[in-house]
């Protein structure tokens, strides 16, 4: 429907508004708006340097429980202004939701904030992720280590030693079964450490091995169904993806996924679900995130669990962080991200952090309800087909037309 | 469109020393011969996309006909007795042994057309389009060697500004080739206000 035949050299409209055209034999194709509210055909996809790919031709209609966000300070546990029906327990205030501060030493338990998020948002209706992170100095395997909340003030040194495996996996196993067992019912869904393939140095946050993870994660899964069996367990997210085939992302995810785990099998049996950070390529190229996310499923399927769900449980606008960004720019990332990986399959998504300092719109009005209207448009169901553009913009369509943001 | 040298109201609204405006043509003659105000005449883009238009070789004798890969329509009227047109294609070809050639058409006048075969892959144009002195006479520097001279004659047209005209940007090859694509990937066109505009 979009060719025009081509007659004494020409056609016979040029279209005001196009998005590329060839020109071939007696043939003239373009690409016009209709195009992304029908579809493109096949013609029209041959395009030479189309600036357009496809993210879905199907409706989009996202649960409720796609919309999520992470929050650190308890005052601000009710969310105001933002749709979140599942949160993440990483980083709360004062790294309270840390295995270091819940079981400061082999006897003693402190629950007191972890209780006040966890029964805040389940009594608001909300899903929670527990991320089991940042073993205690008295149990960690490398005590004085460095890692990405270590450091000194004072002489003082504080947070060493977190990012190493337990010394002896048996308090591991009783740390997973404590938390199972006081949040049975409330907590469905515990996620096996933090950006994993962050593993040296200031930014550490595992220096253990493949294998040492695996085995943790099979420990995690068997101590935790122990307790409640419905339970869920996402995989240790993985960070730094690029829609550049065979990045050091992709190789520490199958290999993590393949390590043994200790007994006979391997990590990949005992997840089930796969978490990602889709934190986009710099500077927030979110025209990538198209690309990383086919990336992650073509890992998924180099390690056998394609048909595993993929949340993106944490990501944001980064470097730069949303606080040096306007309204405009802030908003334009965040919507066209939302719909991509809406369209892309991911089945969560959490904002990475609704009161940070640099990387949280707690304070930015217009950024919430866009996003709020970006949650609308996405759980009504009248999205009928979305597109990419290489510059970044996506387009969906509607049953009242093509939008383009 | 005037700049104001001092600060001024101008039916109720305060324009200060400096700022730019557009008004209609009988005030801005007025505020002209008051001497608070001089013309300033800014460039106006007409046309500009970036979209990208590619010609595909079908290895056939019409590979040699130009095709119109765009065409833009100047509305009558844009232009005035000395203003000028700057027409800016961007083309992008392969280095090859064929012969391709791109053209600009003004009102159905070719204004610019360079047949490219081996040693270049891209190619920015910059088309001036000038009234002389009339609304239906122009003189087009029939070079690429702005600034440097060329022996060339004066390339000149006779078309009516005061009615629409097309602007087309056509591509050919100069025999049947297989397998080549010439591609428009984008184009400005903007009006330069002359005097008497």
């Known amino acids: 429907m979009t060719d025009y035949v081509i007659s004494a050299g020409r056609v016979p409209v040029y279209p005001a508004i196009n998005f590329g055209a060839e020109f071939t034999g007696s043939r003239a194709t373009f690409c016009l708006p209709a195009d992304l509210i029908a579809g493109m055909d096949a013609n029209t996809l041959a395009i030479p340097g189309l600036p357009i790919t496809v993210l879905t031709t199907s409706q989009i209609k996202m649960p409720e429980t796609f919309f999520g966000m992470s929050v650190s300070q308890r005052v601000n546990d009710n969310l105001a202004g933002v749709t979140a029906k599942i949160v993440r327990s990483h980083d709360l205030a004062n790294g309270k939701g840390r295995w270091q501060f819940i079981q400061p030493t082999a006897s003693t338990w402190d629950f007191v904030n972890l209780d006040a998020w966890v029964n805040t948002h389940y009594a608001a209706g909300r899903e929670l992720i527990f991320v089991l992170f940042g073993t205690p100095p008295w149990a960690s395997a490398r005590p004085t280590e460095a890692n990405a909340y270590s450091g000194v003030v004072g002489g003082v040194h504080y947070n060493e030693g977190i990012a190493a495996e337990p010394s002896d996996l048996t308090v591991w196993d009783t740390y997973c079964s404590t938390i199972a067992t006081r949040y049975k019912n409330k907590i469905r869904y515990y996620e096996v450490w933090n950006e994993v393939n962050l593993s040296s140095g200031a930014t550490a946050m595992f220096t253990g091995t493949n294998a040492m993870l695996s085995q943790m994660v099979r420990r995690a899964n068997q101590a935790i169904k122990a307790v409640d069996p419905t339970t869920k367990i996402i995989s240790p997210s993985i960070q730094g993806w690029s829609a550049t085939a065979n990045q050091a992302s992709e190789t520490f995810f199958t290999g993590m996924m393949s390590a043994s785990d200790g007994a006979s099998g391997t990590m990949a049996q005992w997840v089930d679900i796969i978490g990602v950070h889709l934190y986009l390529p710099s500077p927030n190229k979110v025209q990538d995130l198209a690309g990383v996310i086919d990336r992650v499923n073509a890992c998924k399927t180099t390690s056998g669990v394609s048909a595993l769900e993929t949340w993106d449980t944490e990501s944001a606008p980064i470097s730069p962080d949303i606080s040096t960004l306007n309204d405009d720019q802030a908003k334009a990332i965040i919507g066209r991200s939302m719909i991509t990986m809406a369209a892309k399959g991911i089945k969560r998504h959490i904002y990475y952090q609704y009161d940070h300092g640099t990387m949280g719109f707690i304070n930015r009005p217009q950024i919430q309800e866009y996003r709020e209207q970006i949650a609308t448009v996405l759980r009504s169901g009248r999205i009928l087909n979305a597109h990419r553009f290489t510059d970044g913009r996506v387009a969906y369509a509607t049953e009242s037309g093509l939008t383009i943001i | ?197």
């Open chain 2, 1 to 197: 469109m005037i700049k104001f040298l001092a600060d001024t109201t101008v039916t109720g609204d305060r324009f200060p020393a400096g700022s730019i405006s557009n008004f209609p043509a009988v005030i801005e003659l007025q505020l002209i011969a008051q001497g608070v105000a001089i013309l300033c005449p800014l460039a106006v883009l007409i046309a500009q996309s970036y979209a990208g238009w590619t010609r595909s070789s079908v290895n056939a004798a019409g590979d040699a006909n130009f095709v119109t890969l765009v065409s833009v329509v100047l509305p009558g009227g844009t232009m005035g007795p000395n203003s000028r047109l700057e027409i800016c294609p961007d083309w992008d070809y392969p280095n090859s042994a064929s012969t391709k050639t791109f053209n600009v058409n003004f009102g159905g006048n070719s204004v610019g057309q360079i047949p490219q075969t081996t040693g270049n892959v891209t190619a920015d144009w910059i088309l001036q389009v000038k009234n002389a002195n009339s609304l239906s006479a122009q003189k087009i520097f029939n070079s690429i060697n702005y600034g440097l001279g060329a022996t060339n004659t004066r390339l000149v047209t006779a078309v009516d500004t005061t009615i629409d005209q097309n602007i087309d940007f056509a591509v050919k090859w100069g025999a049947a080739i297989a397998s080549e694509a010439i591609t428009l990937s984008g184009y400005s066109i903007w009006h330069y206000p002359g005097s008497g505009s």
